[in-house]
DNA sequence: TTTGAAATATATGTCGTACATATGTCATAC
DNA sequence: GTATGACATATGTACGACATATATTTCAAA
């Protein structure tokens, strides 16, 4: 029997089971919003620890927002904000490529996915800004300033889709794309489509085409990068 | 002036403070995995505050998993695990309705997106996979058998994407759909187009059909939820 | 009786110290 | 040169003290 996998023991520290229990309390007790929560001290008798450990687990809680104190009123359950917690740790130097990678994919997948949503909420408002960045574009001949219009393209047509954590979720993953953008462009460029569509082609498509013909242009105006990853 | 919103003050306790400080720092000086950080004592001298505060700021950077730290050998950055800290607040009880939504829309943009991926990854042994889920539903009756396999099929389909993120991503987000899905299947059914594809209609698509015709009968198998959102 | 100010009780927030524990370093012995 | 043991050091845990904010009670004045 190989020794491949024979240290499976990760060291827990105290205050490492401390939020263990505690989370596994928190679900089992079926906890709502505005639920108080039992004392400090009671909690590090029951649980036979220092009130010090107890703090440091429930400070944890406190920055994923679970949790909520105030002096002399005690702890209480809170509405947690979904994405701030993935956000903290969205920094292209503290992950690995492959993780980029598919984070990079899953923004394609997305932004195709959308299209459907697009033209049910789509406004003449949403075009106009649309045709604004597009005009933008075509008076610009700068690399840089390229790239960025194209994001504010992008990132306008999540805009429109409404969907407030999409939205999120496009910004808190910008700093990925703009790397794996930077690391793609350094590559040596490869030969094109001709018929590669265009931000104008996903306007006239998106005014009066159809979702199908939208995301057949989207998938066009991707290739790019899917050839690329 | 209305006095909507006049109270922006948000008294940050001296942990809050440290935690920002370090968030800062660690930005700043462009830590990258296996970098050394200061001292606890070191860095409780330079903020002016004591080890115990430090420590419960710290506590929470170990639990995000950017942290670790070992006796005597001091602390050092790790690489965190993008969705494990939002798994953690994942918790239907916890979430409003609107994220709920919202979520449970971006499921439905990403499955629909996922269609290139997955012609461009399928293998005759995840069709089969497939055909295996739809023949048991073909002798199943009971509703939350149904149900399941439902879950089953569409949880094979991300599978298919070999995109890790977005299959963890699928499976975290599993609470909020089952939640979700009792809630829909709660209200009164609603007349649905009979035209509507079934999972048989989605394999034979994918064995022999294109990406934008699986797209079309995915939006098709999703319409109903399409709707009720 | 009502009102309001002061005293009191209480739970969290911060701090300092002491000691436990693991680990790296170094000297000593063979 | 290797092994053993002593020592130094940074984190881990615990305890006690006090600060601070807030709820509750007390009590005096209107």
Redesign the interface.
């Known amino acids: 029997m190989p020794l491949t996998r024979l240290r499976p023991i990760e060291h827990l520290s105290q ?1 490492d089971k401390i ?1 263990l229990r505690l ?1 596994e309390y928190l ?1 089992n007790e ?4 505005g639920d108080p929560l039992p004392k400090e001290m009671e909690i590090a008798k029951a649980l036979g620890v220092s009130r ?1 450990a107890v ?3 429930i ?2 809680f ?5 949790i909520e104190s105030r002096r002399n009123r005690g702890m209480v ?1 809170r ?5 701030r ?2 956000q ?4 292209p ?4 490529g ?2 980029m990678k ?2 990079f ?2 923004r ?10 697009l033209f049910r909420r789509k406004t003449p408002e949403f075009i106009e800004k649309l045709e604004s960045i597009a005009r933008t574009e075509d008076g610009t001949t700068d690399r840089i300033d390229l790239l960025k219009l194209d994001v504010d393209f992008h990132s306008a047509l999540y805009q429109m ?1 409404g ?4 939205i999120r ?1 496009q910004r808190m993953l910008m700093p990925i794309f703009d790397f794996v953008d930077s690391v793609i462009l350094q590559k040596p460029r490869m030969n094109q489509p001709l018929n590669i569509a265009t931000h104008w082609d996903l306007i006239e498509e998106l005014k009066g085409g159809t ?2 013909g939208f ?2 242009k989207m ?1 066009s105006h991707l290739w790019y990068f ?1 050839e690329k990853i």
Chains 1, 2 share one sequence.
């Open positions: 205050v939020e989370q679900r079926e906890f709502n919003p010090t703090r440091e687990a400070s944890r406190k920055m994923l927002g679970i359950i509405r947690p904000d979904v994405l917690n993935m903290r740790v969205m920094d130097r503290l992950l690995d492959d993780t598919d984070i994919e899953m394609l997948v997305v932004e195709l996915g959308l299209a459907h949503i889709s969907n407030e954590t999409i979720f979702p199908t995301m057949h998938e899917f």
